[in-house]
């Protein structure tokens, strides 16, 4: 049927700042407080819009951690590629973790929020998946596949631990582990294991 509605978008940002408000929403007040009226006020946009782009608040959540990962693996890509050595995707490493771009408490609390849900919800799972595949593909330009997954946990563990930490990372100590890591046993390096 031509000429409705759904053909000829009037706010063409529209989807896109409705999982922004979702992340935000999700960002305050977690998960469980999360709801279609908290989004639409949020995105100043009618409550009927969500309803529009989505089919439930399970489909806007999974869009809006899915936002989420593309956002963050985005930039673990961007941070890695810059890299033309060694010692420079080690010091990339070492700014995903320590640096203020990549993990900030923002991006921390929808991570935790994200896991959380994933436990629960199989298409947020499916999402995790694929971000973790990304992020070793990512290190993958540098490293071989055991240093990769490796250098992976630690990037996604040491800010959960500095989320609850109330000293900051050592940035020398981080450098050494992650040296320690690039230049580790020899099953490491081929990825056995």
Same mark, same amino acid.
């Not at 700042?17 to 009618?46: F, M, N, Q, S, W």
């Not at 290190?139 to 240093?147: K, S």
């Not at 490796?150 to 050494?176: C, K, Q, S």
């Given at each position: 049927?031509?000429?409705? @509605?759904?053909?000829?978008?009037?706010?063409?940002?529209?989807?896109? @700042?409705?999982?922004?408000?979702?992340?935000?929403?999700?960002?305050?007040?977690?998960?469980?407080?999360?709801?279609?009226?908290?989004?639409?006020?949020?995105?100043?946009?009618?409550?009927?819009?969500?309803?529009?782009?989505?089919?439930?608040?399970?489909?806007?959540?999974?869009?809006?951690?899915? @936002?989420?990962?593309?956002?963050?693996?985005?930039?673990? @890509?961007?941070?890695?590629?810059?890299?033309?050595?060694?010692?420079?995707?080690?010091?990339?490493?070492?700014?995903?973790?320590?640096?203020?771009?990549?993990?900030?408490?923002?991006?921390?609390?929808?991570?935790? $929020?994200?896991?959380?849900?994933?436990?629960?919800?199989?298409?947020?799972?499916?999402?995790?998946?694929?971000?973790?595949?990304?992020?070793?593909?990512?290190?993958?330009?540098?490293?071989?596949?055991?240093?990769?997954?490796?250098?992976?946990?630690?990037?996604?563990?040491?800010?959960?631990?500095?989320?609850?930490?109330?000293?900051?990372?050592?940035?020398?100590?981080?450098?050494?582990?992650?040296?320690?890591?690039?230049?580790?046993?020899? $099953?490491?390096?081929?990825?056995?294991?």
């Amino acid at each position: 049927m031509s000429g409705t @509605r759904r053909e000829i978008p009037n706010d063409p940002g529209r989807k896109e @700042r409705i999982l922004d408000a979702a992340l935000e929403v999700i960002a305050e007040g977690g998960v469980h407080r999360t709801t279609h009226r908290k989004i639409a006020a949020r995105a100043e946009v009618p409550l009927g819009s969500l309803t529009y782009y989505f089919d439930g608040i399970a489909d806007l959540l999974a869009q809006a951690f899915a @936002r989420l990962s593309d956002t963050m693996s985005h930039l673990y @890509r961007r941070t890695l590629q810059s890299a033309a050595s060694t010692a420079e995707a080690e010091a990339a490493v070492v700014e995903l973790i320590c640096g203020p771009a990549y993990a900030t408490e923002r991006d921390m609390t929808l991570i935790f $929020e994200m896991y959380a849900y994933a436990n629960h919800n199989e298409a947020v799972s499916a999402t995790t998946r694929t971000w973790l595949e990304r992020s070793r593909d990512s290190l993958a330009l540098h490293f071989t596949p055991g240093v990769s997954r490796a250098l992976d946990a630690l990037i996604e563990g040491w800010p959960m631990h500095r989320a609850f930490d109330d000293t900051p990372l050592d940035r020398r100590l981080v450098t050494e582990t992650v040296h320690a890591i690039v230049t580790a046993a020899p $099953e490491l390096s081929t990825g056995a294991g």
